[in-house]
């Protein structure tokens, strides 16, 4: 589940190894290019950790990052 934290939505998805973990981020690379919103995310090994907020609104969670967010869901 996202939860709002500091302005941001955030959440962490963990898989089975590295392999699975870099390609879900490749999926989410192409869903963000396309909505042309692209999240704050790092990833260690089998971690990727996202944190979303609209920077031209002043860096708050606007209903562009929930669009976002649930698009990544889906991607599971």
């Avoid at 860096?59 to 562009?64: A, F, G, L, R």
């Amino acid at each position: 589940m996202w939860k709002e934290e500091n302005n941001k939505l955030v959440k962490t998805f963990i898989f089975n190894n590295f392999v699975e973990a870099f390609g879900f981020m490749s999926k989410v690379a192409i869903v963000a290019e396309k909505m042309n919103h692209h999240p704050n995310w790092s990833n260690v090994y089998n971690k990727v950790s996202f944190e979303l907020n609209t920077h031209d609104a002043g860096n708050i969670v606007t209903e562009k990052d929930r669009t976002l967010a649930a698009a990544i869901d889906a991607l599971i």
